[in-house]
């Protein structure tokens, strides 16, 4: 079955310590895209990628970093230099198509919940 | 994209109409409304879209009003798994270079 991966499920990690989030996806999406959810709260955009070797910073990317080296896989890297990382991070795409109303249909990850000790 | 307005939060008896009402009056004319929904401590879950006529899938019904200004999103029998976070996004088909927002959304509390 088709969908996306996000692993680890928990993480947990020291202050001052980088920790990177895997997210893959099978669906031959072109975009994907990573939120942060903090609780009571709806999700925030960190970084997008529409395609191959190609990112955008969302509104709160200061802290992480991206990668997108194959359509398949998008991992978030949360730096040190995140203040407060403790969070629900959750990993979306999208199929193509940006003349398609279905290119605003994501399919979510999992999440992954990091808790800096 | 187009500001939404959702209650805070929703009360439905099991097995009744959950009606889940979505406010977008700024809304253009070639803007979608889109309606997602998330189970506690999963990600989001796409529900079903719309331009202007009515939809149904599986899910769920959506009627837009004629005005489009705004949207209700209809679960006709609704069941304890309904209980979830419900947000209403409007948008554009083919924004380029952005990506979806998600307010807080309503939460929907189904009991029996």
């Known amino acids: 079955d088709g969908g996306i991966t996000q692993s680890p499920k928990y993480l947990f990690r020291k202050e001052g310590q980088n920790v990177t989030l895997s997210c893959e996806q099978n669906?031959?999406?072109?975009?994907m895209y990573w939120y942060r959810q903090d609780p009571g709260q709806g999700l925030r955009l960190i970084y997008y990628s529409q395609i191959v070797n190609d990112f955008q910073k969302g509104d709160i990317a200061e802290g992480y970093s991206v990668s997108r080296e194959k359509k398949e896989s998008f991992p978030l890297t949360v730096t040190s230099a995140q203040k407060n990382p403790t969070a629900f991070y959750l990993c979306a795409s999208s199929p193509p198509g940006r003349q398609s109303s279905g290119a605003n249909v994501l399919t979510f990850g999992a999440g992954s919940r990091l808790t800096v000790l | 994209d187009a500001k939404t307005t959702q209650p805070t939060s929703m009360d439905c008896a099991e097995g009744r109409a959950a009606n889940l009402p979505c406010n977008h009056s700024t809304i253009s004319g070639n803007e979608y409304v889109y309606w997602y929904r998330q189970i506690h401590s999963q990600g989001p879950q796409y529900i079903i879209h719309?331009?202007?006529n009515n939809e149904t899938n599986e899910m769920a019904s959506l009627i837009i009003t004629e005005d489009r200004k705004s949207s209700t999103l209809i679960l006709p029998h609704a069941t304890l798994r309904d209980t979830a976070v419900y947000y209403c996004?409007?948008?554009?088909?083919?924004?380029?270079?952005?990506?979806?927002?998600f307010g807080k959304g309503t939460t929907l509390s189904v009991s029996s």
């Open positions: 996004i409007v948008r554009v088909a083919n924004q380029a270079g952005t990506a979806l927002i």
């Open positions: 719309g331009l202007k």
């Open positions: 669906l031959n999406h072109d975009a």
